[in-house]
Structures are given as structure tokens and as C-alpha cells.
């Protein structure tokens, strides 16, 4: 047994030692079962998230010597919950801070165990048919919403509280079926499926007019399919991956300049009228103004996880009804104006640290492995960096979005540590 598998005593194997890339259908049922019922903006899943939490804690005890050592070695990752949870101690509601870091604990303990029970394919896979199975359940629903903004619609919902949450969704079955789709490693079987289910989520996420995941899209895939179709056979050429990054910049900076001096557009302008938004980001602005206001009375450690947005805020009921949401579901639309709002300039400072080591993990182990690397731990990063500017999700108790990057994060590091262990 190496050390990284088993660090708490090398001389004396667990029978629950994970063998890496080895989970078994247990590990696989209990990640795509977590990744439908646990996130807390699925009000559908409340009745059985109580009974489940209780079957995920079980299962966690099973792997509990290995997952209690995996914790030990990356516990970094814990210092925003543990902040968050330490922030009780100036918040005015000390219950509702240390609920989001007891939250935010418990994801990135389930993000954890899946690093340490899966690997990246098992994981792109869970992902891909968790989130397939809402995918199926919101085209036979076709639920919609009503949705203002410049151009007022319906737009489809599904299983979901909101829009934007199911363009959320349905984008990650997309980043999950290219890797599938163009990745090696992978069973033949899982390519039709995956082919389906991205068409399916493509055809809901134009549905849900989410002007965000609309983007995303058009950078993620071409993203995903240019590593794996064009930069993998690259790395076997000297001299070629220059070659293609240069010529990648040439037409970006050729493409943005016929656009911006031959058509004569405003690129910004245009592109937000295409999806129906005006100059505020669909009242984006407006929020981080009011942002802006909290975080001058409260400069260095914020108001106190999760207490902005309680019942009886009266800053916070103002802006719920102004954008005629629910103040338990709103949030400032920004990691780190939602961060800075909550715990201050030292919760900005601590995120910025933990984040960006995790991008830099990711980016790290794929570039020493870009010749066989999969290619889902790049595409979710790059989006989830992306939209840290337009979504708070990082920052939220129990989110989909950030379980999975602090998988793949975590998941990326147990990757590098076998490797310098074999070495």
C-alpha cells in the first residue's frame, strides 16, 4: 500500500483502501444520487434529502480511515468553510453562519470522497447520467416561467425553481458528454448516450434563454474539442502547439477587429441584445452597487456567512422584491462581491487563495498529462473561473457547480501525488 493511498499507517493496509481509478458501482450510485438530491436549489428533492443525508453519512463512515487521511492532505481546501463557520462570532444571526460553513463542510467533504472513490472518467460519467436523468425529466415536463428583462418571455424551467438554474445544469451534461464523446478511456456505449443527452441539453438550455449558458457553451465546447481533436495529437509534434496558439490569437484579433472597424458593431451592445439584455446585465449592476454599499460598512470581515440574505433584512427584502425573487434564493450574481458582502476583504483574500490554486491544479496536471489528459477537468474549470463573475455559486452552502470543481480539483491533486509516488 503507498503512502498516498494509505498515509495513516503504511505498515498496516485498510480494507476499505482505495485502489485509484478502481470505484466500484457503489461509489458510482452514491455520487450520481448526490449530485441530484443534495444541491439545495432542487426544492423537488426536500423529502428525500433528509433520509439520503443520513444513507451519505453512512457511506462516508465506511470510507472514513482513507477519506480522514485524503482530508489531512488537502485541508486547505476547508479554510472557506472554516471561515465561514468562525464568522458566527460577529454575525448578527451566528445560527445562519454557521449553517453555510457546516454546508459548505459537508461539500467539499462529498467533493472529497469522490476524488478519493472515482476517477475523472467515473466522474465525468456520474455527472453525465445524474444530470441526463433531469435533462430527460425537464423535456417531458417543459415547465416555464415567465421571465422579464428587455424582451419579456417564457421560458422553460423544467424540474427546476428557475431558468437559469436548469441552464446551469443542462451546461454541465454538455461539458460531461464531450468528454465522453472525444475522450479516450472511455466505454464505446456511453458515446450514443452522451450524444443524445448533449442534444437534449443543448435544445433546453437555447429553451431557458440563459444568456450566460448560452456563452458558456460557445466557449466550452470548442474548448473541449480543440484540446482533444487538434492540441492532443499536437503534443506529439515539436514545434506545433506554438504554431496553433498563435494562430488561435491571429483570428481571435482578426475576427474582433473586421467586427469592430468593417461591420461597425459595438460587440459588447450587440451581444447583449441578442439575448435580450440591456446594459445592466439584466440588473446585475444594480446589485453590486448595492454590493458596494454593504461592503463600505463592513470592510474587513462582511455581515457574516449567509446573513444578508435573511428574512428580515430589510436591504435584502428591497432587492428581492425589486427583482421579484425569493430572499432565500437571490444572491448578488458575483463570487466575490457575494464573498466580500458576507466575510469581507479577508473572505475575498482566502477565496482568491483556495480558488486559484484549484484552477492552477487543474491547469497543472493536465499540462504534465495534455498527450492522454481528459479533457472534462479543464472545460469545468475554465467555466466555473468564467462564471465566478456572473454567479455567487462558489460561495453557496451546497451547489452542484462547486462540488464538482472541488472534485476535479481534489481529485486532480490525488492524480499528481500517485504520480510522484511511482516515481
Known amino acids: 500500500m503507498s503512502a498516498v493511498s494509505d498515509p495513516i499507517d503504511i505498515d498496516r493496509p485498510s480494507r476499505f483502501a482505495v485502489q485509484p481509478g478502481r470505484g466500484t458501482l457503489l461509489d458510482e450510485a452514491m455520487m450520481m444520487a448526490a449530485f441530484i438530491i443534495l444541491p439545495l436549489n432542487m426544492p423537488m428533492m426536500q423529502p428525500v434529502r433528509a433520509p439520503f443525508t443520513l444513507l451519505l453519512l453512512a457511506y462516508l463512515a465506511f470510507i472514513g480511515r482513507p477519506l480522514l487521511a485524503a482530508a489531512w492532505r488537502h485541508r486547505w481546501v476547508y479554510i472557506l468553510p472554516a471561515l465561514a463557520a468562525a464568522s458566527a462570532i460577529w454575525a448578527d444571526s451566528a445560527s445562519a453562519a454557521l449553517r453555510h460553513g457546516i454546508l459548505m463542510t459537508v461539500m467539499v467533504t462529498v467533493a472529497l470522497a469522490a476524488a478519493i472513490r472515482l476517477d475523472i472518467r467515473q466522474l465525468a460519467i456520474a455527472v453525465l447520467f445524474s444530470q441526463g436523468a433531469l435533462a430527460l425529466g425537464s423535456l417531458m415536463s417543459m415547465e416555464t416561467m415567465w421571465v422579464g428583462g428587455a424582451h419579456g418571455a417564457e421560458a422553460v424551467v423544467g424540474l427546476f425553481p428557475a431558468k437559469n438554474v436548469l441552464g446551469k445544469r443542462m451546461l454541465l451534461v454538455v461539458l460531461a458528454a464531450v468528454a465522453v464523446m472525444v475522450g479516450a478511456g472511455y466505454r464505446p456505449v456511453f458515446k450514443p448516450i452522451a450524444l443524445g443527452l448533449s442534444g437534449i441539453a443543448l435544445f433546453l438550455i437555447v429553451q431557458s434563454l440563459s444568456a450566460s449558458s448560452i456563452i458558456l457553451l460557445a466557449l466550452a465546447v470548442p474548448l473541449g474539442v480543440g484540446l482533444a481533436v487538434v ?49 445592466t446585465l439584466t440588473g446585475r449592476t444594480v446589485l453590486w452597487e448595492a454590493a458596494r454599499q454593504v461592503i463600505a460598512d463592513h470592510p474587513l470581515l462582511g455581515v457574516g456567512a449567509g446573513n444578508f440574505w435573511a428574512a428580515d433584512n430589510d436591504q435584502a427584502l428591497i432587492l428581492a422584491k425589486q427583482f421579484y425573487k425569493p430572499d432565500h434564493q437571490f444572491s448578488f450574481h458575483n463570487a466575490y462581491f457575494e464573498i466580500a458582502v458576507h466575510l469581507g476583504a479577508v473572505g475575498v483574500l482566502v477565496f482568491l487563495g483556495v480558488f486559484l490554486r484549484g484552477v492552477w491544479t487543474i491547469g497543472q496536471t493536465w499540462w504534465r498529462t495534455q498527450g492522454r489528459a481528459d479533457v472534462f477537468p479543464v472545460i469545468l474549470g475554465a467555466v466555473i473561473a468564467i462564471r465566478t463573475l456572473t454567479e455567487a455559486e462558489m460561495f453557496d452552502a451546497l451547489l452542484l457547480a462547486p462540488l464538482l470543481f472541488w472534485a476535479v480539483v481534489l481529485l486532480s491533486e490525488e492524480e499528481r501525488g500517485r504520480a510522484a509516488a511511482t516515481h
Open 231 to 279: 492540441w492532443r495529437p499536437a503534443t506529439a509534434i515539436r514545434g506545433a502547439r506554438p504554431v496553433i496558439v498563435s494562430g488561435v490569437f491571429l483570428l481571435l484579433a482578426l475576427g474582433a477587429t473586421f467586427a469592430i472597424i468593417g461591420l461597425r458593431i459595438d460587440p459588447l451592445a450587440d451581444l447583449l441584445g441578442l439575448f435580450g439584455k440591456d446594459a
